[in-house]
């Protein structure tokens, strides 16, 4: 089974349990980082699904960076081809990474048409034997993502909720569906920014709903136009509800993970400690579970949102 095969080669997940951190936040909260999976991302366990899956020779996305990189890597193990169609605004570290692991880079504007447009135009350029792959609409993207539950099931006795950052919804909609497989029922919320909360919009309103343009949240990985088609049915009968979180809540997180965590983690990732902090009520005197989904983030970017006066 590739799933099985999917796994041999995964990082496990880090378990954070912080003694400062529950001080600093008044209850206990249990952090699952995947800033140490390959490529510093959960997206890795997608990726890497994806190449083992396809009989394509080249394969083709379009990411701000994680989902890039890991593409890139993953092809680099499975030796196919790889490019990734990127903005212009995506960061010099994750563009120097999906080169680093021998992806191809197009880098184009996405205030001109959106990356999904110039994806299509890359495509004919590159002509047959290559295959476009969605970072989160598509089913082995889920199943590889679902490989997080199946780790996370062997604590279930530590957490009733957790709370994971969406975009498109490819790690939400793997986490639901690992846990059914694995029979745990456990409460999923999402967290979602609150410049870009198609997915919110979605859920609330029972089908999708797409933003015009790409959100200017800095959280990059968040800067979907919309959930996935896929990835919706899941969302709809799977999540809890989607908690929306402003711009300085994402910030203040990513400084309470460094200072009280030890754990660089990039905006996206910290989405999830951030809707706890802001709903701290809706989560008092349970055991919630908090997905850092990864920490691949610009050194001077960084240094300056966690930066106190």
């Not at 590159?126 to 997080?148: A, F, K, M, Q, W």
């Not at 979605?202 to 979907?224: C, F, H, Q, Y």
């Not at 979180?245 to 460094?258: K, N, T, Y």
């Not at 701290?280 to 579970?289: A, I, Q, S, T, V």
């Amino acid at each position: 089974m590739l799933l099985n095969k999917c796994k041999t080669g995964l990082r496990p997940t880090l378990l954070v349990d912080s003694v400062k951190l529950n001080n600093e936040l008044g209850t206990r909260v249990l952090i699952a980082s995947e800033t140490f999976q390959h490529t510093g991302s959960f997206k890795f366990r997608a990726a890497y699904n994806v190449a083992l899956s396809s009989s394509a020779p080249h394969l083709v996305t379009a990411s701000s960076g994680n989902f890039g990189q890991a593409l890139a890597y993953a092809c680099q193990l499975t030796g196919k081809k790889c490019t990734v169609v990127m903005p212009e605004t995506s960061t010099k570290s994750k563009i120097e990474a999906v080169e680093g692991f021998g992806g191809e880079i197009r880098l184009v504007d996405v205030g001109v048409k959106s990356r999904g447009e110039w994806l299509l135009d890359v495509l004919i350029e590159l002509g047959t034997e290559v295959e476009s792959v969605s970072p989160y609409d598509d089913e082995r993207v889920i199943e590889g993502n679902s490989t997080l539950a199946d780790e996370l099931v062997n604590y279930k006795d530590d957490f009733d909720s957790v709370i994971v950052p969406i975009g498109g919804g490819g790690l939400s909609a793997g986490l639901i569906e690992g846990f059914k497989r694995n029979g745990v029922d456990v409460k999923v919320f999402g967290a979602e920014p609150k410049l870009g909360n198609d997915a919110a919009q979605s859920l609330n309103k029972g089908e999708i709903v797409s933003n015009e343009k790409e959100p200017a949240t800095i959280a990059d990985g968040a800067r979907t136009l919309s959930v996935g088609k896929h990835n919706f049915p899941i969302l709809k009968s799977g999540l809890t509800e989607i908690l929306e979180v402003e711009e300085d809540e994402i910030v203040a997180a990513m400084r309470l993970l460094f200072m009280q965590a030890n754990l660089k983690c990039e905006p996206t990732g910290a989405l999830s400690l951030a809707a706890l902090m802001a709903n701290k009520e809706r989560f008092e005197h349970k055991k919630p579970l908090v997905i850092v989904s990864g920490g691949n983030v610009d050194a001077a970017q960084y240094a300056k949102l966690i930066a106190t006066d």
